[in-house]
């Protein structure tokens, strides 16, 4: 069977790591906490002293680490991915993380004759624990067969997008039109409040027509019960939006509805409100008004 | 049978009255172009000379006319509604205008014993041909409770609101979120244009999630193909959202994304789009880029 490594054991890394093994998968581990590691350890998963001993190890390793800085560092720094790389080996990196360094980093692979798939997930830390994640994967079609089987243990909805970047960037327009509903509810809502609608018959009324958006039937409802609790945290909205905009201009695009609500979000993280889910937006909009008052 | 009044036979007035006269309604009728009454006046509509007759004629009267000056002057100006409104009689604007507008008709209504109910509506021409409008309705509950009869003529969806002005509050809440869902949609797919990404692909890849909306299942795939014809016009989304600004600043609210978008389609008015599709806002994302580069 295919030998698989496994860099990254967060609240996401842990339980995907964790169906790889129940699929009876040999798997090599290494992350930054020892202590992360000590549950699938147990049940059978084997210590490496490094990345680069896991690449050494494995025929196809898995990557989901915080920033694209953490990513370069797993990769192309010294005892890294990238030194380890075995002739025929695939990696695929499931970060959130910038187009052009998965491309570079791929670069580098090619070297040792491997190759990078790029396969960013949308569906959060329930998604991870019942192996329903959304994958989005870009990279060579041969290399992406093989792994399918092992995408699967994790994810319901994967899809090809196409040449290495492509998974990272369909997440990018993903987290764009995510900007856009998030903005519109919240205004609306906000709005709504001010001129004493009762909300839920706004909403309700307005989400069966073209207004009609994932953001209002999910998060609209947490809103009006003060439930800021975090779904989608906004630090990491944060950053997925900044690698968007980093992207877009290194593209020559400019992005305004992006770059406002980026703006107003890192605005609400200075004020403390980093770790609320991404609904307290309406907290942005509500301090507009107060400047204005 | 109670007697209907009808005023302003455009697009969306026509085939509204033609649905009220099909009921069995008797119909009194005024409207700027009197040509555009022929149709209804051979199937037994009655000609009124002007809205004051309409009033002292019907007891009930709708309007559905263009800008809220039309508003005002319907209801407010010499030989208008308000002059011919009787004890009683129940009013329904069922243009998109500004509710504040809306409160002080009702006021002057309410001198003769006539009360009015606002009830903007969603969906269209198409909507309003096959008698399957969303009806947004506020004013007096027994008010709302007694034209149900004559909305249902007109509408499938027919929601009351609350206090009279509520129902143009939630056309402008429906109103916000579209400009969020639109901006978000066209700056994710000019992204994915440049990225290279496969849109298509692109496109059904993120509707699923939470970047799921009306606007990237209906309006997304349009742009694709180059479709800019209307479903929804440039222009009477500008006049919509410029009510909202108007309301929101009234109110001390201030509403970014909201003023970016509408000076975003102001930009594309001014240089001819004004008879575009709302998914036409792509172009000025496009042109933004052609600026920086």
Redesign the interface.
């Known amino acids: 069977m295919i030998k698989v490594g496994f860099i990254g054991l967060g609240v996401m890394g842990s339980p995907m790591a964790g169906h790889i093994l129940e699929n009876g998968y040999p798997l090599y581990i290494n992350t930054r906490t020892r202590e992360k590691a000590e549950a699938l350890i147990e049940k059978g998963a084997i210590w490496c002293r490094n990345a680069k001993e896991v690449a050494e190890n494995a025929d196809c390793v898995i990557t989901i680490v915080g920033f694209p800085k953490d990513v370069e560092k797993v990769y192309l720094s010294e005892d890294g991915l990238a030194e380890g790389a075995k002739d025929g080996s695939i990696f695929i990196d499931m970060s959130t993380t910038e187009?052009s360094l998965e491309i570079a980093i791929n670069k580098e692979l090619k070297k040792k004759g491997a190759h990078l798939v790029d396969a960013p997930v949308?569906?959060g830390d329930v998604g991870a624990r019942n192996g329903t994640l959304?994958i989005?994967a870009g990279g060579r079609r041969e290399d992406f067969d093989k792994i399918l089987p092992i995408l699967s243990t994790m994810g319901k909805?994967i899809?090809y997008?196409?040449?290495i970047?492509?998974g990272q960037?369909?997440k990018?327009?993903?987290?764009?039109?995510?900007?856009?509903?998030?903005?519109?509810?919240?205004?609306?809502?906000?709005?709504?409040k001010?001129?004493?609608?009762?909300l839920d018959?706004?909403v309700?009324?307005?989400a069966?027509?073209?207004?009609?958006?994932?953001?209002?039937d999910?998060l609209a409802p947490r809103v009006i019960k003060g439930d800021f609790d975090p779904g989608?945290m906004i630090d990491h909205f944060i950053k997925d939006m900044k690698i968007?905009i980093y992207?877009?201009r290194a593209?020559?695009?400019?992005?305004?509805?992006?770059r406002?609500?980026e703006d107003?979000y890192e605005k609400l993280s200075e004020e403390g409100y980093g770790r609320n889910g991404t609904q307290a937006l309406v907290k942005a909009?509500e301090e507009?008004?107060k400047?204005?008052?």
């Open positions: 187009p949308s569906g959304s989005m909805n899809v997008t196409g040449e970047g492509s960037h369909t990018m327009a993903n987290q764009i039109v995510i900007a856009g509903t998030m903005i519109g509810v919240s205004e609306a809502l906000v709005y709504g001010k001129a004493g609608l009762d018959t706004m309700s009324t307005i069966k027509g073209a207004a009609g958006c994932w953001t209002l999910n989608f968007a992207e877009s593209m020559g695009l400019n992005l305004p509805g992006l406002l609500v107003l909009i507009l008004a400047d204005k008052g």
